[in-house]
């Protein structure tokens, strides 16, 4: 069954709107979950990484006030993109794993920014 | 930091042959890899995995092969059929921090 749930799946809205996307760990608690970003035709690059109860960890390039990261519970993070723009518009994609256990990744959510 | 290498980055066969996928990295450090397969519209999905003290791990069709001098991996798969159609991703973890770092993916094609 799933590991990991993502929502929603598909989100089209204006530019200048704020957009929050969930992922939950339905195994097991995750003290670590993953975002990545992942544009047509390309691979997966990792955006952030959340810890639960404390400050997400972010890539080199990757504006922290653009795209915050909460993660409040062991089953829980989500990703708010701020103020999104049409330059923001891919797919998303979070991911849990233990450590030392293979992650397992969400059906991801296609954000379209017109 | 770890960079991942993937070839090729399309690749098409005849139902019932062999796909061969392989990957490079450059941290000798990594020591676990795993293969996703993604399907238009949805996360990758794992399929197979290896740990660095492993050279070889086969579950029926889809077989991985490690080779930590060389610092190279593949994927291998036999009798392909047309539901094996996707994209395929190599990735290598950093042991230190539990983050994966993907190749850039094989568009693979069975053709019927």
């Known amino acids: 069954g799933a590991v990991v749930s993502q929502h929603p799946s598909w989100v089209i809205c204006k530019s200048g709107t704020s957009v929050k996307i969930e992922c939950r760990s339905l195994?097991?608690?995750?003290?670590?979950m993953f975002w990545y970003r992942q544009f047509p035709k390309q691979s997966l690059m990792l955006m952030a990484t959340?810890?639960?109860?404390?400050?997400?960890?972010?890539e080199q390039g990757v504006e922290k006030d653009k795209f915050l990261i909460n993660h409040a519970s062991l089953t829980l993070s989500t990703l708010t993109v701020t103020s999104a723009h049409p330059e923001d518009s891919s797919f998303y994609i979070c991911?849990?794993?233990?450590?030392?256990?293979?992650?397992?990744f969400g059906d991801g959510t296609r954000l379209s920014i017109l | 930091g770890e960079n991942v290498e993937q070839h090729p980055s399309t690749l098409s066969v005849q139902e019932g042959d062999s796909a061969v996928i392989k990957c490079t990295y450059s941290?000798?450090?990594?020591?676990?890899f795993p293969w996703y397969k993604q399907e238009l519209g949805k996360g990758p999905q794992l399929i197979i995995d290896?740990?660095?003290?492993?050279g070889e791990k086969k579950d029926q069709r889809i077989a991985v092969t490690l080779n930590k001098t060389a610092k190279h991996f593949s994927l291998h798969i036999t009798e392909t059929q047309p539901e094996d159609s996707a994209v395929y991703f190599c990735?290598?973890?950093?042991?230190?921090?539990?983050?994966?770092?993907f190749g850039t993916g094989t568009r693979l094609t069975v053709i019927p």
């Open positions: 290896i740990r660095s003290n492993v």
């Open positions: 941290d000798s450090a990594s020591n676990y």
């Open positions: 991911s849990v794993g233990r450590a030392d256990q293979p992650q397992h």
């Open positions: 959340s810890n639960e109860g404390s400050k997400a960890t972010y």
């Open positions: 990735a290598a973890r950093d042991p230190g921090a539990n983050n994966l770092f």
């Open positions: 195994d097991f608690q995750a003290t670590t």
